[in-house]
């Protein structure tokens, strides 16, 4: 499956029994003793609602944040993984993109960041490496506690790394770097010159199957990217861009999330609705259709 990337989000991790989102945001409000002035509300993003935690929590008692990461690292790495996470991995596809923090997808814990550079903050390069699938932790792993994209402050400095990668060019040390922006780097050379360094590479060549995410519109960096990829698509003249990008949801959400699917569609993004009369029956529908997406693929 050299042409399939999968990118995954976190609710592939709730069909095991364990801590969700919210438990975990609720055990951090009762470790800092912050139950009676921090309240889960959902109207409040999750960026803003971490700042606000994360402010009163120094507020009280001084410390680096580092301290409070490393405790969320904690929990997120008692995550336990489940059959699905077996199924991706027997996909043995080359790539797998995910915003989660922990290695359930992997199958090990026991791991090092195989990016061309050592990132200890943003997410442009990390992955690690498991046989021959890359593992691209995008907003952080709990290995590197630093590296785990919580905040408004975080998600900002995110967005400007990637902006920066992909349209005016980077300023990395490290020789192994491309300092030319992606896009410059494609007009000039075309696809077939990128060596993938990046995870946003993938955006511009490869098929994506996306699931197991809400992409809510916090996720300010990842709809900067599809809208930049979307709109570069239109340019005529500028690069040609000619991979798939596909949404995976359940039917039962289809009336209340048109608004969000409308938005997809205009980002040239394929929206797969399909039956889920439970989780686990949904994800290996997923599964079961990548599955013959690469078994046609490789016949044809």
Same mark, same amino acid.
């Given at each position: 499956?050299?042409?399939? /990337? ?9 069909? /095991? ?15 800092? @003793? ?56 027997? #996909? ?22 195989? @990016?061309?550079?050592?990132?200890? #903050? ?17 907003? @952080? ?54 060596? &993938? ?5 993938? &955006? ?7 699931? @197991? ?16 990829? !979307? ?25 209340? !999330? ?43």
């Amino acid at each position: 499956m050299k042409n399939v /990337t999968l990118f995954i989000g976190n609710d592939i991790n709730n069909l /095991t029994p364990g801590t969700s989102w919210k438990d975990l945001l609720d055990q951090i409000i009762a470790y800092y @003793g912050l139950t009676n002035s921090v309240a889960q509300h959902n109207l409040k993003p999750f960026p803003l609602l971490y700042e606000e935690i994360f402010l009163k929590v120094i507020r009280r008692n001084p410390m680096a944040e580092k301290v409070v990461k490393e405790y969320i690292a904690s929990r997120i790495s008692e995550i336990i993984p489940n059959g699905i996470h077996q199924r991706i991995r027997g #996909l043995q596809v080359e790539d797998i993109i995910t915003t989660n923090y922990d290695y359930t997808l992997e199958g090990s814990s026991d791991l090092k960041n195989e @990016g061309i550079i050592t990132e200890r #903050l943003y997410s442009v390069f990390r992955k690690t490496i498991v046989k021959t699938t890359n593992f691209w932790h995008i907003h @952080g792993e709990a290995g590197v506690p630093m590296s785990i994209n919580l905040g408004y402050e975080h998600y900002g400095g995110q967005l400007q790394q990637i902006r920066n990668y992909v349209v005016s060019g980077t300023n990395y040390e490290s020789k192994k770097v491309h300092k030319q922006p992606l896009i410059r780097r494609i007009a000039r050379n075309g696809i077939s010159s990128l060596n &993938f360094q990046s995870w946003i590479d993938l &955006f511009f060549v490869k098929d994506i199957h996306i699931f @197991g995410i809400r992409l809510d519109f916090i996720e300010i960096d990842l709809w900067w990217l599809l809208t930049y990829r !979307a709109r570069q698509k239109l340019y005529k003249g500028n690069i040609e861009i000619s991979n798939s990008i596909y949404y995976y949801t359940p039917e039962v959400y289809l009336t209340d !999330a048109s608004f969000k699917i409308q938005l997809l569609e205009a980002n040239d993004v394929n929206v797969i609705a399909l039956p889920m009369s439970s989780k686990e029956e949904y994800y290996n529908l997923i599964i079961d259709r990548i599955s013959e997406a690469r078994r046609q693929s490789e016949n044809n």
